[in-house]
Nanobody, 122 residues
Framework: VQLVESGGGLVQPGGSLRLSCAAS????????MSWYRQAPGKERELVAA????????NYADSVKGRFTISRDNAKNTVYLQMNSLKPEDTAVYYC????????????????WGQGTQVTVSS
């Protein structure tokens, strides 16, 4: 199993980034996928999740209306479109495959990517 995130970088406040997570080694279309983030000195937190077919999404209150999670099962890829970025969005962003249990609990996930750094600063 491999999850590879990309698309992070340095962006000014108010800017946009699109993160991608390419999956391999498992049947991607069967899994709920999530994006988490972890800022320095803080716990890892759920940002967004999407059901296996993409019909239902869930967002942290802090990103609602600004971030959009989507997936392309034909490409085994999940995306996170981030708009109106704020300095408090600065973190390492991870994608993960959900196994069972609460979406907001990191122990509910089987596999994690290596993370991609997002820095929002002027």
């Amino acid at each position: 199993v491999q999850l590879v995130e990309s698309g992070g970088g340095l962006v000014q406040p108010g800017g946009s980034l699109r993160l991608s997570c390419a999956a391999s080694g498992f049947t991607f279309s069967r899994y709920i996928m999530s994006w988490y983030r972890q800022a320095p000195g803080k716990e890892r937190e759920l940002v967004a999740a999407i059901t296996s077919a993409g019909g239902i999404t869930n967002y942290a209150d802090s990103v609602k209306g600004r971030f959009t999670i989507s997936r392309d099962n034909a490409k085994n890829t999940v995306y996170l479109q981030m708009n109106s970025l704020k300095p408090e969005d600065t973190a390492v962003y991870y994608c993960a495959t959900h196994r069972s249990g609460p979406l907001s609990t990191s122990s509910s996930y089987d596999y994690w990517g290596q993370g991609t750094q997002v820095t929002v600063s002027s």
